[in-house]
């Protein structure tokens, strides 16, 4: 369970996020709504420890991610926008390494890695150095490395940017297997059919704010816009963005 | 521990396959420095032999003006040629670099010779050409010694002792060691090997937050379970490693050239076996912290990986500037200049490669203060690691 709570953060002038706050529940997908440079990814990152908010505060199943940040990043999966692998390594390398960096015990990582690999279908290319990888293919081993430690809490950014219709697929079966697991998924799109088809909970942001935390028909109901495309549009108009 | 551990051998792997830090660190560092001194070497040593006096051509307008004065050129090793076909081509034959020295002697030579007035020839050449200085140098040489033999037989032809014209004979006597000698020379020997163990670490310290940047793993990587000072730790030590590796092969392989340079032809028998070597590389040993931390320092500043190498090639030059200013000032080595690193590898090497006895104090000093500065640099590395702004 990922809570977040009045969050603020500012890049020199530019006040990326305004006092963000929303809940992601274990057994739930959430997915994080809104326009390029809404803040979306400020957020995640503020989430997965590498940026510490300037107000607000937000914890991972309790752990604080400011103070408490090992704690936290140990109860989290992350996929970081464009996220990049070792082009000297294989995939299977790749994914060992961040299972070793996550103190799997040794003699299970192989089993770790192997069953991470069958489970997201990169065994085509999983002993293959990943230089020259396509952007799916980075995407999956990306995604397999992420999540090799069996994380409680899997925060997402944009990861069906660059993907096919095919792999895109796959990357929503995973997802909903993950929820099926009790498990805490978080990602964030700017695509409002792709959230609308898989997650429970929507949390549309717009200039740095929160403008409507609902389930999709919540968020029909309240934009009154049947066409989801029209919700969204009219939803980030509540925070005072024009088209 | 374990991460540390992970990293470092992550970083080991990862950078066997990368073929540029291989050809930087195992390749182009030690391969680099003792090609560069062979040519210089061999250099010096063909300079040496011209000016042993081997055949040297000199095109001559009008010898026949003096033909005493060519056999002498001639019992000196000069080969007479004859120059341009007239007179007022000498000028420009040396500058078109058609010959490096055109002597000319005038048809009024042997006349102003037997009345005892000057005689004048001229000798055309180009001073900002080595090559024709030398050559000039050694023309000018051998007419100022016909010129000194005229002489003693004008005065003795008058009754007057030759040697009333030397009243002062210096004798020059140099006390410099063979080993002393090479010194001079393997001076630039130091630099060469902090250059290797520099040029071996380079693209590890890049990597460790402009390459991982510029690759999107550096935001992943951060996200993991395990704390940043481990990270940058592991990354250190993985550049120490190619460091080390990188100085070790250019220490053997300055060994190997030695062996094959000839030396000797010079005077020079520097006191380079392995013992020196195994010596050297324990000495360079804490220079080589201090040149991972720092690269990476310099490079966690930068934007981008094109960036990170421009000023890593500062860094690479840095090391020379104490070692140069102290090799043009001449200068002792002294208990101060061991608390400078790079300074006081260079100035302890100099000793060991002049089989000088060497100062223990001198050498606990650098040892413990480069060390110290390694340390310091580090801790450093892992406190900017923390930063915000690493992530670019």
Same mark, same amino acid.
């Given at each position: ?243 | ?56 051509? @000199?095109?001559? #307008? ?8 060519? $056999?002498? *050129?001639?019992?000196? &090793?000069? /080969?007479? =040629? ?67 033999? @005229?002489?003693? #037989? ?8 030759? $040697?009333? *014209?030397?009243?002062? &004979?210096? /004798?020059? =006597? ?219």
């Amino acid at each position: 369970m990922i809570t977040v709570d009045g969050i603020h953060k500012s890049f020199g002038k530019v006040h990326a996020v305004r006092g963000v706050s929303f809940q992601a529940p274990d057994g739930k997908i959430t997915g994080l709504l809104g326009p390029n440079g809404a803040g979306k990814s400020t957020t995640l990152r503020v989430l997965y420890t590498v940026l510490k908010p300037d107000q607000g505060s937000a914890n991972i199943d309790g752990a604080d991610v400011v103070k408490d940040s090992l704690a936290a990043r140990k109860k989290i999966g992350a996929l970081p926008h464009g996220a990049g692998l070792y082009p000297h390594l294989s995939a299977r390398e790749n994914i060992a390494y961040y299972a070793n960096l996550c103190a799997i015990d040794k003699s299970e990582i192989d089993d770790r890695v192997a069953s991470i690999i069958s489970l997201l279908e990169i065994e085509d290319f999983a002993d293959r150095r990943t230089k020259g990888f396509s952007q799916g293919q980075r995407t999956k081993v990306s995604l397999a490395r992420a999540l090799v430690h069996d994380p409680q809490n899997v925060i997402l950014d944009e990861p069906s940017n660059g993907l096919d219709v095919m792999a895109t697929r796959s990357l929503r079966r995973l997802i909903l297997k993950l929820k099926d697991a009790g498990r805490c998924v978080l990602f964030s799109s700017h695509v409002m059919q792709e959230v609308a088809a898989l997650c429970d909970d929507i949390c549309i942001i717009a200039n740095g704010q929160v403008a409507i935390d609902d389930s999709v028909a919540g968020i029909r109901e309240r934009t009154g816009e049947e066409d989801l495309e029209e919700a969204f549009v009219t939803a980030i108009k509540l925070v005072g963005v024009e088209e | 521990m374990r991460t540390f551990l992970t990293v470092f051998f992550k970083e080991i792997l990862d950078n066997i396959r990368d073929r540029r830090t291989l050809t930087s660190a195992l390749i182009m560092g030690p391969i680099f420095g003792p090609v560069l001194f062979a040519f210089v070497i061999n250099m010096s040593i063909d300079r040496a032999l011209d000016d042993a006096e081997n055949m040297m051509e @000199l095109p001559v #307008i009008g010898e026949q003006h003096a033909p005493n004065l060519m $056999r002498f *050129l001639e019992s000196r &090793n000069i /080969d007479i =040629i004859a120059g341009p076909a007239e007179p007022d081509g000498a000028a420009e034959a040396v500058k078109s670099g058609a010959h490096d020295v055109v002597l000319v002697v005038p048809a009024e030579f042997g006349e102003q010779l037997a009345d005892t007035i000057p005689a004048r020839v001229a000798l055309y050449s180009d001073e900002a050409n080595s090559q024709g200085e030398k050559e000039a140098r050694r023309a000018r040489n051998a007419l100022q010694a016909y010129n000194q033999q @005229l002489a003693a #037989i004008r005065l003795s032809a008058r009754g007057i002792n030759p $040697r009333v *014209l030397s009243p002062i &004979n210096v /004798d020059d =006597i140099d006390v410099s060691t063979p080993s002393g000698r090479s010194a001079m020379l393997l001076g630039m020997m130091s630099y060469f090997f902090i250059f290797a163990l520099l040029m071996g670490g380079m693209y590890l310290a890049i990597d460790t937050t402009a390459g991982e940047r510029e690759r999107g793993s550096l935001e992943p990587l951060l996200s993991l379970p395990v704390t940043r000072g481990q990270l940058i730790l592991g990354k250190i030590m993985a550049a120490c490693v190619f460091m080390a590796a990188s100085l070790l092969l250019s220490l053997l392989s300055f060994y190997v050239v030695l062996k094959f340079m000839p030396l000797e032809k010079l005077g020079m028998t520097p006191n380079f076996g392995l013992p020196v070597v195994a010596a050297a590389f324990f000495l360079l040993l804490p220079f080589i912290l201090l040149g991972a931390s720092l690269m990476t320092l310099v490079a966690s500043f930068t934007k981008s990986y094109k960036e990170a190498q421009t000023w890593l090639s500062a860094v690479l030059i840095a090391p020379t500037l104490p070692i140069l200013i102290v090799s043009i000032l001449t200068l002792r080595p002294q208990l101060e200049f061991m608390f400078v690193p790079s300074l006081s590898q260079h100035l302890i090497l100099v000793d060991m490669v002049k089989n000088e006895p060497l100062n223990g104090l001198h050498i606990a000093i650098s040892v413990v203060s480069t060390l110290a500065i390694g340390v310091l640099l580090t801790w450093v590395c892992a406190r900017l690691y923390r930063r915000e702004g690493l992530l670019g």
